[in-house]
């Protein structure tokens, strides 16, 4: 009878209070099955910023697993946050994201870009599981030896690229030498950093011819260091295409395109399109909730 009692007392209670509201949510994103690649390459980050895309970035982090994970430059946009301080949580999710993701064994390399180029005197030091360099060279699992660049460094080579044919080689090798003297002076000016990602912005009659000058550059330099290809980002353009002996990837960017580059266990690289991935899986929610 008591028993009864009590069960029944039990079941009341039960009806009687509602659910708590978390009952219904999803589950937490560590409980989705994640993607598993050798190495992955995101640049263009711009965290500081209103256009960097943390949110669906953090989906993307939170949905793959990878060796080594390059971030190839423009990760926090110091030149913005310079001028007013801009941190909303999802910023800080990212930064969390990325130094548990090292924390758990994958190898982080952060190549600097000229956004947070304050960041380049620390070159070949590690901060909680991250080594920061200049550039690296990575050797894919088919054996091919790739430059990691961000890429600003052929900002001025770009700019000039016609007269810089017209007047050959030498003055093609001191102008991407110069190119860092110019930036340096220029701050010492007062005056802001020219990059080509934000002159391309502005001129987008020209900007196919710019982007053609900037991969062109970049993989002549691929060429001369002996590489067999080169990953960069900068200027906010994912692609993968072979220039002469070299192949040119681009990661993208993390403000409009929302993209990764991937290296497969064999060695095969892909560009994901995380928005477009996104836009998939939205469409998709049964298909979500099995796997
Ligand atoms: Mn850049």
């Known amino acids: 009878m008591l028993r009864n009692a009590a069960t029944d007392l039990i079941i009341d209670k039960a009806t009687a209070i509602a659910p708590p509201d978390w009952i219904n949510h999803p589950e937490p994103r ?29 989906d993307f982090l939170h949905s793959v697993e990878c060796e080594t994970l390059y971030l190839v430059g423009d990760i926090i946009d110091g030149w913005r946050l310079k ?17 548990k993701i090292a924390h758990k064994g994958t190898r982080v390399v952060f190549i600097v870009g000229n956004h947070d180029e304050m960041l380049r005197d620390y070159a070949g030091f590690s901060f909680g599981g991250i080594t920061l360099a200049q550039e690296a060279i990575h050797e894919t699992a088919d054996g ?7 890429g600003d460094a052929f900002d001025g080579v770009v700019l000039y690229a016609r007269w810089l044919a017209f007047l050959g080689d030498q003055a093609y090798t001191l102008m991407l030498r110069a190119n860092v003297w110019l930036n340096a002076i220029r701050k010492r000016l007062g005056m802001p950093y020219w990059s080509l990602s934000s002159y391309l912005k502005k001129r987008v009659k020209n900007a196919v011819q710019y982007v053609c000058a900037f991969e062109d550059a970049v993989a002549r330099e691929a060429a001369e260091r002996g590489v067999d290809g080169v990953v960069c980002g900068h200027i906010h353009c994912a ?18 395109s929302c993209t990764a580059l991937v290296e497969a266990f064999d060695g095969t690289m892909t560009i994901l399109d995380w928005s477009e991935m996104h836009r998939a899986r939205a469409k998709q929610p049964q298909m979500q909730a099995v796997g």
């Not at 960097?52 to 970035?57: M, S, T, Y």
């Open 30 to 58: 560590s409980f989705r099955p994640k993607s598993k690649y050798r190495t992955i390459w995101i640049s263009d980050i711009h965290l500081g910023t209103k256009g960097c895309n943390a949110e669906l970035l953090l």
């Open 83 to 99: 001028k007013g301080w801009y941190w909303p949580d999802s910023h800080n999710e990212v930064v969390r994201r990325i130094l």
């Open 144 to 150: 091919k030896r790739l430059l990691i660049t961000h």
């Open 239 to 256: 692609e993968i295409r072979q220039i002469g002996d070299v192949t040119y990837y681009n990661d993208g960017d993390w403000v409009e």
